[in-house]
């Protein structure tokens, strides 16, 4: 069971890095639409161009960053679960199913040597598991929310630790006190 989990679990990282995205990128869009400012793709054109800005974040922003990172692996986790289970009720293997995910993403499902059966159960599984994104987008706007961070200050802060190892390491540090 503890290498289904792995092999789903890019699968589900995606689904909830999709979500996340979906997610601060509505916000943002609504924020920026109401001040009559750029649209989101100059936005995120902008982000990517930024310099760090590790430095500019307060400490209390990095813990409450810290904070809800460690309650998004929390929805992660519960998030992946959920998934093997959909997987197993449907008599679908996880490869099988990667396999089926990765064809249909880049629109060659038909070109999977798949079963009728299986194929079903792919659609079956796959229509459970779109079902379950707006539950898991609350959650995860929930949990950067909690202790009272924007999803524009998490998507921020999320931009530079991707960039900076300094703030990945004092970041590291906050969450594992």
Known sequence: ???????????????????????????????????????????????????????????SDLKQFADASSRLMTIQKNGEQKMMKILEEEKLSVDKFNEMAQAHQQQKLAEVNATPEETAAFNKAAQRMMEMQPDMQKEVETAIQKDGMTLEKYEQIMVAYRQDPALQERINKMMMQ
Not at 38 to 50: H, I, L
Request: aromatic content about 2%.
């Open 1 to 59: 069971m503890n290498i289904l989990n792995k092999k789903i679990k890019g699968i589900a990282v995606a689904i909830l890095m999709v979500g996340a995205c979906t997610v601060t990128d509505t916000a943002m869009a609504q924020q920026k639409g109401k001040q009559k400012q750029k649209t989101q793709a100059e936005t995120q054109t902008q982000q990517q161009q930024q310099p760090t800005q590790g430095a500019n974040f307060t400490d």
